[in-house]
């Protein structure tokens, strides 16, 4: 017996809204007696951290640390469907709980169809039940771990690997052939695939824009040092008294929003403060992605830091502006240098589910230097700016989608829950600093979880105002002409953490510079550089505000 799934018209990725459909092939080659055939569209959000070094529970009561107390974990079924091809297309109908059949030798199929939904659903009890005869309500071990959970109800997250052994986020169709012989085990297939999903709703556009400042200013009475090359050449200009000084503007629009396999849409701005006779000239320009990702499972958190580098461009001597313009004059730099560089397809969204989230700046650093024409210049200031941003997927949301929550009354907010968890410590991978002794978070016995809506049952919070399930009952996703690319370093056949052969425990690094989420990504400490040298001004921090 042989079982495999065969997707129908496959995406590169799959989006919120999207059907998934497809064929369970079932090859047999002599008669075979089985019960049913289940299929199961399952997501997982899964990390796992190792606690730091005398932070165990209970190490007052014993003297070995086993792999269990030592290793932090936590599996949240962000998405769990269960549909029954065989005998029964429908779920609900267990007049067949119980009975056999018997199958002749051939290929049988039997289709499947899913919808993919918004919101992730490892808070809801009836999203976890996994079939009459699971025990515990139906929800089974699995769904009852889920509900000693600190849950978060938000978009379903994209797919997430690059981090062995720590964290990722993955997406599957699971086939099972149940067999009713206790000498025959049951056959089992899965088949991964990417995720991404649909952007919220982007603000109306305005002329606003965010920017981060620095000002600079060039030290006078320095002579160039241009090389002759030849005796008949002349000598250097000799540079005048007053040296130029000015401010440099990174601007994006507001709020501050890049996009998947899209440009960044930087306007760079410098303004002279001086008169001077010289010229100043952008020798320089790095424009670098930080993405911050935040692993939290049970009591210890870790923060990873990713970078892509977007543009590293030296040796240039590109002159801004005239000697000859007034003071305060605006000058807008060649967005030709950037414009054409889209991000990569490793940029995941920034996404928020119940134990990981992703975050983002973009930092700009723009190297100056002045003298003449012609003439290398004699100094080099280099400033970084830097944004908090959001990176959204690129894929729009339907207009009836819009329509529908645009007619939702918008009732009063919500009271603030009282939260009884304690504080979480962070320690980044980018730090030297042992982290401190995390807290045994207050709560009831694992063995025996509170019931649900008690006081010390697991916190669910709210999303703020977005898209709902029921809204989009009967929408879909419509795309034109094939879909972007998303990797994510995201191998969707790839066992997963618990499996064997993929290790018991997160292998981190031994070094803070580890590898990244995929081609052109290097992760370790920020490469936060100073003003460079010469006199770089006084630091405003570079940081974002609103024009």
């Known amino acids: 017996m042989s079982v495999r799934i065969q997707f129908d018209n496959p995406h590169s990725f799959y989006t919120n809204l999207d059907f998934i459909s497809g064929r369970i092939i079932l090859s047999l080659t002599t008669e075979e007696t089985i019960q049913a055939v289940v299929v199961k569209l399952e997501g997982e959000s899964r990390t796992q951290l190792m606690r730091p070094v005398g932070a165990t529970p209970n190490s007052n009561f014993h003297t070995r640390r086993d792999t269990r107390q030592t290793v932090a974990g936590e599996n949240h079924k962000i998405l769990y469907k269960v549909n029954q091809v065989f005998p029964s297309p ?26 993919m939904p918004f919101n992730n659903g490892c808070a809801d009890p009836g999203s976890q039940q996994m079939g009459p005869g699971s025990g515990f309500g139906g929800l089974g071990l699995g769904g009852l771990a889920q509900m000693q959970y600190r849950h978060v109800r938000k978009t379903l997250p994209p797919s997430l690997t690059g981090f062995p052994g720590e964290a990722e986020v993955r997406y599957y169709i699971k086939c099972t052939v149940q067999r009713p012989s206790l000498f025959k085990e049951n056959r089992r297939s899965a088949v991964g695939f990417k995720f991404l999903p649909i952007e919220p709703p982007r603000p109306e556009p305005t002329t606003n824009e965010a920017y981060a400042r620095r000002p600079f200013a060039f030290q006078a009475g320095l002579s160039s040092y241009a090389k002759k090359t030849s005796m008949f050449k002349k000598n250097p200009t000799k540079l005048s008294e007053t040296a130029p000084s000015g401010e440099i503007d990174a601007r994006l629009p507001s709020p501050p929003i890049l996009t998947c396999n899209e440009p960044v849409p930087l306007r760079l701005i410098a303004r002279k403060l001086t008169e001077s006779p010289e010229n100043i000239f952008l020798v320089s320009l790095q424009i670098h992605l930080f993405g911050h990702t935040e692993v939290r499972a049970q009591d210890v958190a870790r923060k990873e830091t990713s970078t892509w580098v977007l543009l590293s461009s030296n040796g240039l001597s590109i002159p801004i502006g005239s000697p000859s313009d007034p003071v305060k004059t605006e000058t807008v730099l060649d967005q030709s240098i950037w414009d054409q560089i889209p991000l990569p397809n490793t940029v995941a969204p920034s996404f928020q589910t119940c134990n990981l989230s992703r975050s983002y700046e973009l930092e700009v ?32 949301p339907p207009a009836a989608l819009l329509d529908a929550m645009a007619s939702q009354p918008h009732g009063p907010p919500l009271p603030v829950r009282p939260s009884n968890l304690t504080h979480i410590p962070v320690f980044s991978s980018t730090s030297n600093i042992s982290p401190p002794t995390p807290v045994a978070p207050l709560g009831a016995d694992p063995l025996y ?73 290097v992760s370790g400490r920020d490469a936060r550089g100073g003003p460079g040298r010469g006199a770089g001004g006084k630091d405003d921090e570079g940081r974002g505000a609103v024009v």
């Open 90 to 115: 429908n779920p609900s109908q267990h007049t067949s709980l119980g009975l056999s059949y018997t199958l002749r030798p051939g290929q049988h199929e039997y289709p499947f169809r899913f919808k």
């Open 365 to 396: 650093r723009v190297g100056l230097g002045y003298g003449v024409i012609g003439q290398i210049q004699p100094q080099t200031i280099t400033l970084p700016l830097r944004f908090k941003v959001d990176v959204y997927s690129g894929i729009k």
């Open 449 to 521: 979880p509170p019931q649900l809506g008690t006081p010390a049952a697991a916190i669910v919070e709210d999303a703020p105002p977005s898209y709902e399930d029921a809204m989009a009952e009967n929408i879909s996703v419509t795309t034109d002409g094939p879909r972007g690319e998303y990797s994510g370093v995201t191998d969707v056949d790839a066992p997963n953490m618990d499996e064997k052969g993929a290790g018991a425990t997160p292998r981190y690094s031994t070094i803070f510079n580890r590898g990244g989420d995929g081609a052109g990504g």
